[in-house]
């Protein structure tokens, strides 16, 4: 249970460093995650293929709203 829990709070702090990251700067972005005590490595990877990234987080099949 603690180990989900914290891939949780990394998950979020890596999210909003990434809207950090294209808003205000990618220092800004390593800049929280060093604070989070989040590897960087993390937004570093997300930076070099947004493609990539955004191609998974599509939805396989569209919801019934």
Known sequence: MIQRRSDERSALAT???????ETRGVSAG?????????SQEILL??????AARRSRERRQRQRND
């Open 15 to 21: 999210e909003y460093a990434l809207f950090l990251a």
């Open 30 to 38: 390593l800049v929280y995650l060093e604070s989070c005590n989040v």
């Open 45 to 50: 990877r997300a930076m070099q293929d947004p």
